[in-house]
């Protein structure tokens, strides 16, 4: 069955760093985009960072960009975020999210940044 596991939230001080992981299996993994949306309480889901398959091209929403990097490790099936200066606004829950011609999603981890 396909599976997409998101570890690594946590409460975290402003300027302070976290790094997302999202386990993938039940589909082959390096013939979909991968892509991280959070979703903060009362908002809509916004797209974080999004990858191609191979890991060549990336995107980054304009708030995150310079301080976020997505990366891919197809070996193992695995996709991460890579958060530095967080900032209090980016408190949210994190969602990897497997795109191809349809698409999946994990169950979210909980970022907080707070003093």
């Known amino acids: 069955q396909v599976q997409l596991v998101e570890s690594g939230g946590g409460l975290v001080q402003p300027g302070g760093s976290l790094r997302l992981s999202c386990a993938a299996s039940g589909f082959t993994f390096s013939e979909y985009a991968m892509a991280w949306y959070r979703q903060a309480p009362g908002k809509e889901r916004e797209l974080v960072a999004a990858?191609?398959?191979?890991?060549?091209?990336?995107n980054y929403a304009d708030s995150v960009k310079g301080r976020f990097t997505i990366s891919r490790d197809n070996a193992k099936n695995t996709v991460y975020l890579q958060m530095n200066n967080l900032k209090p606004e980016d408190t949210a829950v994190y969602y990897c999210?497997?795109?191809?011609?349809?698409?999946?999603w994990g169950q979210g981890t909980q970022v907080t940044v707070s003093s």
């Open positions: 990858i191609t398959g191979g890991g060549s091209n990336t």
């Open positions: 999210n497997a795109r191809r011609i349809t698409s999946y």
